[in-house]
C-alpha cells in the first residue's frame, strides 16, 4: 500500500500518486463520495510495463476525481498544517515517523514551500526507499518545470493547472515517470547502484561515435528543416544501457546524473519488452518500421467507430507471438555482411496465456478506454527538458533542452538534445535569478538596509538587471515596474525602504523572472526539428545498425558474462563495479524474468542472489552514510564485501580518508537524488589541487568458503582488470 503526493503549505494537493491497495483503503472510508471499491477493481495483466500501468491510471482516473482529491485532502490535511505550523514556530519539523505498531510509515521532506510525503503500508519499502522516491520525484519535477520551481506561485500553476484535462496530463506524465523508476530500480542494476551502464564493445561504439558525428549532427545541424534548434547531443540506447555518446564541440558536457534521468524518460516512451518480442521478424532497410508503442499509447484509445480496428491491429500482433521453447543463443563477436538476423530470430515469442485475463474484467477495462479517450495524455515526443549545462555564457543548473526520441527498434532508440536560439536568455535569467537569492538570503539574516545597499555584488547585479530590461524594450512592463520598484526602495537615499519591505520587493523581482523564464520555455511551443528530417535521420541509423540489430539486442542482455572471471576468481558470484567519476558501472547480467535469464539461470538460485545484491547496495549506501568506505560480512553461505576508494588520473590509488557523515535525513546516496559523489569528489579534491581525483566503488559477492584474505586480494585484482575497459571511448 504506498502513496506518494506533493502539497502546498497552505494544503492544497499539487501532485499525487496512489496504488490500488491505497486507494481501496481510502475508499472504504469515504464510501459515500466515490463508489465501493470502484474502479480500482478492474484488473489488466500484460506483459508490458506500459500496459499495466497506463491501464491502471485510465481506470483510477474514474473514481480519482475531485471527490477523492477532496478525500486526499481530509486525510493529509492535519499533518501538512502541523509540519507547517513547526516550520513557522520552531523552523524544524519532524521528517520521519510511523503508525502505531509500524503499519504505516510515513516519510516527509520539505523543497521550498512544497512538502513530499511518501507512504509505505505494506513493510515493502524503508526509510530510505520512500525518502529516495521523494528526492528522485523532486528531480523529475525540475527536470520539466526548470527554474519555475524557485517561485511557489508559478510551480502550483505548473503542477496543479486550472484545467482539469491538463492537470490530468500533467499528473499521468509524473505517475508514469516514477512507476517506470520504481521498476527499473527494482529490476535493473544500473539504477539499483544509478549509475549509466555502457554495452562493451569497442568496435562498433567507434563506428556508432564518428556515425553519430558526421551522418547525425552535422547533417541535422546543416539542414535548414532544424527550425533554429541545433542538435547538442546524440546518443544510441539498447534498453538502459548506453552504446555510443557524442557531443558537439561548442556545447557543454552532460552530467551523468542528467543522462541517467534520460533513459527513465525514453523507457517511459518505449519500455523494453520481452526478448521474444523484440527478436522477431525484421524488414528489409528499406521499409519504415512502425514506431514502438509509448508509454501512454501501450493500450490503444479510439474514437467511436474505429474500436474494432484497433482490436484487429492487436489480432494481428498476437498471431505473430508463438509459444516456442527458450533457447540460449551466444551470438558472433560481429556479424557478417549478410548476418540480417531475420532467419535466426524469425521464431520465437511466446503468446500471452488466455487463461491469464479474466475476460469480464478486460471488457470493463475496455470500456473505461472507450470513456475516458479523452483524458489519456499523448507521450510527450520531442519533449522539453531542463539539464545542468556549463557554456562559455555561464552556467545554468537546468537549462532548457528539447528531448528527440526516435525508437529504431524496440529496445532500441536515438535519442537527439537540441538547443534554441534563447538559450543566453536562459543563461541570463538563472544568472539575474542567483543573484536576487543570494541578496534575499543576506537580507533575511537581518542587515539594516543601509548596510545591503553596500555589498559588493549588489553593484553588478543592478547593471545586469539594467541591461536586461533595456534589451526588453518594454516588452514586460510588469518586470520593468517590479525592477523599478525594488531599486527605489534600496538605492534611495532619502526613504529607503524597511528590511520586510525590501524582502517583498525582492520576492517580486524574482517571480517576474520566473514568469518570463516560464513564459519563455514552457508555456510557448517553441522550436523543433521537423519530422521530415526526424524521418530521415531516423531511417540512416536503422540502415547503419540493421546488421547489428540482433546482436546488440542479445547483447545487452548479457553485456558481461560470469564465465570469463571465473577462472581467475574462483568463489567469485556477482560484481559490481563503478567509476563515480565518470557516472558509469559495470557487472554481470542479473536479469530474471519468465522469458530470459541470467547465467545462474531462473530459478530460485538467481532471484535468491539478486535479492542478495540490492541487500548489498542498501547496505553500503547505509554504512557509507555514517562514513564507513569498506564493508565485509558474512551473510549465510556468502561473504559480500564493499569498497569505496580515490585514484588519481594514472590510476595510482591515493590514501585513505575521512568521509563525511550524514544525518539521516539527508538526500540519500546516489546520482539521481542529490548527487551525492560529486559533492564527495569535491570534498577529497580539496586535499588534491594539483592532481585529478578518481572515485571508484566495488560490490562483490563469494562464496562463504572463501577466506577474507582472498577476497580483499581478489577485490584488488578485479578492480585492476576492469579499470582498463573503462577507457573505451564515449565521446
Known amino acids: 500500500m504506498r502513496c506518494v503526493l506533493i502539497a502546498s503549505t497552505a494544503a492544497e494537493l499539487l501532485f499525487y500518486w496512489a496504488d490500488a491497495a491505497f486507494l481501496r483503503r481510502l475508499r472504504s472510508s469515504h464510501a459515500g463520495q466515490v463508489g465501493r471499491d470502484g474502479a480500482a477493481r478492474v484488473r489488466v495483466r500484460g506483459r508490458k510495463r506500459g500496459v499495466r500501468g497506463r491501464a491502471w491510471a485510465l481506470m483510477d482516473s474514474v473514481a480519482q476525481g475531485p471527490a477523492l482529491e477532496d478525500s486526499l485532502n481530509t486525510l493529509f490535511a492535519p499533518l501538512i498544517i502541523s509540519c507547517a505550523a513547526l516550520l513557522e514556530k520552531l523552523s524544524d519539523t519532524y521528517t520521519c515517523f510511523a503508525t502505531e505498531g509500524r503499519r504505516h510509515l510515513h516519510v516527509l521532506h520539505t523543497f521550498g514551500d512544497c512538502l513530499y510525503i511518501a507512504v509505505n503500508g505494506d513493510g515493502t519499502q524503508s526509510e530510505d526507499d520512500l525518502r529516495r522516491t521523494l528526492f528522485v520525484l523532486r528531480r523529475l519535477v525540475e527536470a520539466h518545470c526548470g527554474l519555475v520551481t524557485l517561485d511557489s506561485h508559478l510551480i502550483r500553476k505548473e503542477l496543479r493547472p486550472a484545467d482539469s484535462e491538463q492537470r490530468e496530463r500533467v499528473w499521468s506524465l509524473l505517475r508514469g515517470l516514477l512507476e517506470t523508476y520504481t521498476h527499473l530500480r527494482e529490476e535493473d542494476q544500473s539504477f539499483a547502484v544509478e549509475a549509466v551502464e555502457r554495452l562493451m564493445h569497442p568496435q562498433l561504439c567507434e563506428q556508432c561515435i564518428e556515425f553519430l558525428e558526421r551522418q547525425v549532427v552535422q547533417y541535422i545541424n546543416a539542414s535548414p528543416e532544424r527550425g533554429g534548434d541545433e542538435v547538442g547531443h546524440a546518443f544510441l540506447l539498447v534498453h538502459t544501457k548506453l552504446l555510443a555518446f557524442y557531443s558537439s564541440r561548442n556545447t557543454s558536457s552532460i552530467r551523468p546524473a542528467d543522462l541517467l534521468v534520460l533513459i527513465l524518460l525514453v523507457q517511459d516512451l518505449y519500455p523494453s519488452q520481452s526478448a521474444e518480442e523484440e527478436l522477431g521478424p525484421q524488414p528489409t532497410a528499406g521499409n519504415v518500421l512502425p514506431q514502438g508503442p509509448k508509454r501512454s499509447e501501450s493500450i490503444p484509445v479510439s474514437g467511436p467507430g474505429s474500436h474494432g480496428a484497433a482490436e484487429k491491429d492487436s489480432d494481428d500482433q498476437d498471431t505473430d507471438d508463438l509459444s516456442a521453447p527458450e533457447v540460449y543463443y551466444t551470438p558472433e563477436p560481429s556479424p557478417g555482411r549478410h548476418s540480417t538476423g531475420s532467419e535466426s530470430w524469425s521464431e520465437g515469442a511466446e503468446m500471452l496465456s488466455i487463461g491469464e485475463v479474466d475476460a469480464a474484467d478486460v471488457q470493463m477495462a475496455e470500456d473505461l478506454l472507450q470513456t475516458l479517450g479523452p483524458l489519456v495524455p499523448e507521450a ?101 515596474n517590479t525592477w523599478l520598484d525594488f531599486k527605489n526602495k534600496i538605492f534611495s537615499r532619502s526613504e529607503p525602504g524597511s528590511s520586510l519591505e525590501l524582502l517583498q520587493s525582492v520576492a517580486n523581482v524574482k517571480r517576474q523572472l520566473c514568469s518570463m523564464y516560464r513564459q519563455l520555455f514552457l508555456t510557448s511551443a517553441g522550436h523543433s526539428l521537423s519530422q521530415g528530417l526526424r524521418d530521415r535521420t531516423q531511417k540512416l541509423m536503422r540502415e547503419k545498425l540493421l546488421d547489428w540489430r540482433d546482436f546488440l539486442l542479445v547483447k545487452s542482455r548479457r553485456n558481461i558474462t560470469m564465465v570469463s572471471y571465473l577462472e581467475d576468481f574462483p568463489g567469485l558470484v556477482h560484481f559490481i563495479y563503478v567509476d563515480r567519476t565518470a557516472g558509469q558501472m559495470m557487472a554481470p547480467s542479473l536479469s530474471v524474468t519468465e522469458k530470459s535469464s541470467s547465467e545462474l539461470g531462473k530459478g530460485p538460485l ?126
Request: proline share 6%.
Open 380 to 480: 510527450s515526443n520531442p519533449r522539453r527538458i531542463f539539464l545542468d549545462a556549463s557554456l562559455r555564457e555561464g552556467y545554468c543548473p537546468l537549462l532548457p533542452h528539447t528531448m528527440h526520441c526516435l525508437p529504431l527498434w524496440p529496445g532500441i532508440s536515438l535519442v537527439l538534445l537540441t538547443r534554441g536560439p534563447m538559450t543566453q536568455v536562459a543563461v541570463t535569467l538563472y544568472q539575474l535569478l542567483d543573484g536576487f537569492l543570494v541578496l534575499e538570503k543576506k537580507l533575511e539574516e537581518g542587515p539594516e538596509v543601509g548596510v545591503a545597499r553596500s555589498y559588493p555584488f549588489l553593484a553588478e547585479l543592478r547593471q545586469r538587471m539594467d541591461k536586461f530590461v533595456k534589451k526588453l524594450s518594454g516588452q514586460d512592463i510588469q518586470l520593468q
Open 606 to 731: 538467481a532471484t535468491f542472489i539478486k535479492k542478495k545484491v540490492w541487500s548489498l547496495i542498501t547496505l553500503a549506501r547505509r554504512y557509507l552514510q555514517k562514513g564507513y568506505t569498506t564493508l565485509m560480512l558474512q551473510d549465510g553461505d556468502y561473504c559480500c564485501s564493499y569498497f569505496l576508494w580515490f585514484e588519481n588520473e594514472m590510476g595510482y590509488k591515493l590514501e585513505v580518508m575521512e568521509v563525511p557523515v550524514l544525518s539521516d535525513d539527508s538526500a540519500p546516496i546516489g546520482m539521481l537524488a542529490g548527487d551525492y559523489y560529486r559533492k564527495l569528489l569535491r570534498y577529497y579534491s580539496k586535499n588534491h589541487q594539483a592532481e585529478v581525483v578518481k572515485c571508484y566503488e566495488l560490490l562483490t559477492v563469494h562464496l562463504g568458503i572463501i577466506p577474507s584474505e582472498l577476497v580483499v586480494q581478489q577485490a584488488y585484482d578485479l578492480a585492476r582488470r576492469l579499470w582498463e575497459p573503462s577507457r573505451i571511448p564515449l565521446l
